[in-house]
T-cell receptor, first 114, second 113 residues
């Protein structure tokens, strides 16, 4: 079964500092990994994905993620956090054995202080 | 660019009432996934359709049913509503059953009183 885990409920970072939101995955076969962001009372916005290729994936709003096969991780990163980055972040995996539905992690709330 | 449309955006119902949520895919998208996100929770997969046929089923209660129509829009029908059904309901659409990107709609917020 495919799954992702986000070990941190909340991440706090000061504006201008680098941020990391952690995600580990457990899949059978090749992983298809995604990051989404959700602002209060809003839908899910796609940030980036890893399907194959370079381990460093660049996405929207200056975010990037590093795929690490040996550590089964797909951490989300940004070199310099903005207050407007404060939101709920979901790591997700596509269930390639089950209709390609998206399986989400529990989410990590990011707070960026000015 | 056209996005996924969900209607209504907000819905308030009483317990034991019924509700119908609608999802209109991006043009040429033939696959629809429904997810339920309870307060403070991650989205959970409910059910999906490809080419008007159910393709996968998740944690969808028996009180709920869904279908996909010839124009590929989908409707989620919810009966005998319970307080615990209060949630944000997303649909996501894509082309085919593959790793193609799923595009999420803005969601319908259902409140059961």
């Amino acid at each position: 079964a495919q799954s992702v885990a986000q070990p941190e409920d909340q991440v706090n970072v000061a504006e201008g500092n680098p941020l990391t939101v952690k995600c580990t995955y457990s899949v059978s076969g090749n992983p298809y990994l995604f990051w989404y962001v959700q602002y209060p009372n809003r839908g899910l916005q796609f940030l980036l994905k890893y399907i194959t290729g370079d381990n460093l994936v660049k996405g929207s709003y200056g975010f990037e993620a590093e795929f690490n096969k040996s550590q089964t991780s797909f951490h989300l990163k940004k070199p310099s956090a903005l207050v407007s980055d404060s939101a709920l972040y979901f790591c997700a995996v596509r269930d390639i054995g089950g209709g390609f539905k998206t399986i989400f992690g529990a989410g990590t709330r990011l707070f960026v202080k000015a | 660019a056209a996005g996924v449309i969900q209607s209504p955006r907000h819905l308030i119902k009483e317990k034991r009432e019924t509700a119908t949520l609608k999802c209109y895919p991006i043009p040429r998208h033939d696959t629809v996934y429904w997810y339920q996100q309870g307060p403070g929770q991650d989205p959970q997969f409910l059910i999906s359709f490809y080419e008007k046929m159910q393709s996968d089923k998740g944690s969808i209660p028996d009180r709920f049913s869904a279908q996909q129509f010839s124009d590929y829009h989908s409707e989620l029908n919810m009966s005998s509503l319970e307080l615990g059904d209060s949630a944000l309901y997303f649909c996501a659409t894509t082309v085919g059953t593959s790793i193609n990107e799923q595009f999420f709609g803005p969601g319908t917020r259902l409140t059961v009183l």
